[in-house]
């Protein structure tokens, strides 16, 4: 899989209309009335003026499934852009120094072997799109960025 970066900006432009925005652990970010999603060359900087936040991540290689997994996943999972799936939900992910701590093998028996957090995510597809990307490396506040497309 190739790198794809991409920003998330909120602002007063973009293809999303903001409904709400809810912490669930920590701090909130702000709200705005819209959510562009572009490349990062393409997107506004936070110094433009009503832009309230700006998340950027990045999609890479697969670094918690099995091979199995990904078969699975790639047989139903539906690409981001469908003209029908008109909502979206956007969740930043900040993990713990505990958390990095571990090693990559450690991370995966949590993920899916103790939480079943794919098999879960199985479930939901192909109605739900979805992309993660890494944000850790990027330095930017949030270590996930987990994008999801829906239909009303």
Do not use: C
């Amino acid at each position: 899989m190739s790198v794809i970066h991409t920003a998330f900006v909120a602002g007063l432009s973009g293809g999303w209309r903001i409904l709400r925005v809810d912490a669930v652990v920590g701090e909130s970010l702000a709200m705005a009335g819209r959510l562009a999603v572009a490349g990062p060359g393409e997107a506004q900087s936070t110094a433009t003026p009503g832009v309230q936040w700006r998340l950027d991540g990045a999609t890479g290689h697969a670094r918690y499934a099995t091979r199995h997994e990904l078969d699975t996943l790639g047989a139903v999972q539906q690409g981001l852009g469908r003209p029908e799936a008109r909502r979206a939900a956007l969740i930043p992910i900040r993990k713990n120094p505990a958390w990095w701590a571990l090693a990559q093998d450690e991370r995966r028996a949590i993920l899916e072997e103790q939480s079943h957090h794919i098999a879960i995510g199985l479930e939901y597809l192909p109605p739900i799109a979805r992309r993660l990307y890494h944000a850790r490396e990027l330095g930017q506040p949030f270590d996930f960025l987990t994008w999801f497309e829906y239909a009303p």
